[in-house]
């Protein structure tokens, strides 16, 4: 697939017409103290819904004006960033999107899903609502294959299929934050926190109520993912080889409470742990003859 220069996906190409946490029993006093606003909102607001693997989420903004945000922080995005030009990289990550995304199931499938490939040497990758994925280049040198390139797609279309942003938002609202609407929506990188979302974030913000809840996401954004990527026919055991990569460049990691990400050792054994549900997938789908062949 080529893609102009502005990365646009084409309507039958990136319309990805998708067909389609865990409570902790140790809670902390600021656990109790979220479950509490959660449940107090929730009672009020009538506001709770489900994220995809069951967690209850509380949903308080509009979806419709975060895509809109999300859209609109998109287009920008792709203005002052410089876009990846070679379409043989395009095409990859494309692919790779493309046959994710293909596997979503639910109210995503009607998104209109969008992919802008950044050249930019920093290992990131995030995504906006509405399904507007930005990739950097820089990835490419850290997911070498395309299973794990799958892993980080995954990874990020999880983000907005569990309605990831919306609850963040929620929570910014309820606990009388004032953070930017732009930077939650942006916060959701492979780095600890992108740029957008750290110089807009008060460190008192960064380390109070947002982050338990952003590593959670990040956790059930990790267990959606390698369920995306196994049921298009990518290797699951990838995202692991991925994140021992992650791991050894990152020795001088920032701190796994000060993070929004979990720790990659956590991350790496809470992937190993989906292997029973997530290698079934993969089994499906290469019997039901689903194999991309992205990087050939
Ligand atoms: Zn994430």
Redesign the pocket.
């Known amino acids: 697939m080529i893609l102009d220069g502005k990365n646009d996906l084409k309507q039958n190409e990136l319309i990805m017409r998708l067909n389609g946490l865990i409570w902790r029993s140790e809670m902390n006093h600021k656990r109790i103290l979220h479950f509490s606003i959660l449940t107090i909102s929730c009672i009020l607001l009538i506001s709770c819904s489900s994220s995809p693997t069951g967690r209850t989420q509380m949903i308080l903004k509009s979806e419709v004006a975060l895509e809109q945000e999300g859209a609109r922080q998109f287009r920008k995005l792709r203005e002052s960033l410089p876009l990846v030009r070679d379409p043989v990289i395009i095409d990859y990550v494309a692919c790779v999107t493309n046959a994710i995304v293909d596997v979503v199931e639910g109210d995503s499938a009607n998104l209109y899903w969008e992919l802008a490939v950044v050249d930019q040497p920093d290992v990131n990758a995030?995504v906006l609502p509405g399904g507007k994925i930005v990739v950097n280049n820089g990835i490419l040198t850290m997911a070498t294959n395309q299973d794990q390139l799958a892993a980080v797609i995954g990874?990020?279309v999880a983000?907005v299929t569990a309605r990831?942003a919306n609850e963040r938002a929620s929570r910014a609202a309820i606990t009388g934050v004032g953070v930017d609407i732009a930077a939650i929506i942006l916060g959701?990188?492979?780095r600890n926190q992108t740029q957008g979302a750290r110089e807009a974030l008060s460190t008192g913000a960064a380390l109070g109520l947002l982050n338990p809840f952003s590593r959670l996401?990040?956790s059930e954004?990790?267990i959606l993912g390698i369920e995306y990527m196994a049921k298009a026919g990518f290797d699951p055991r990838e995202s692991v080889e991925l994140w021992k990569k992650m791991n050894a460049k990152n020795s001088s990691k920032i701190p796994e409470y000060l993070s929004?990400?979990p720790s990659g050792e956590t991350r790496i054994d809470d992937l190993i742990a989906q292997y029973p549900s997530s290698l079934e997938y993969y089994n499906i789908a290469k019997s039901d003859g689903l194999r991309p062949s992205c990087d050939s």
Request: overall charge negative; glycine content about 14%; cysteine-free.
């Open positions: 995030y990874h990020e983000h990831h959701g990188g492979y996401q990040e954004a990790d929004t990400h």
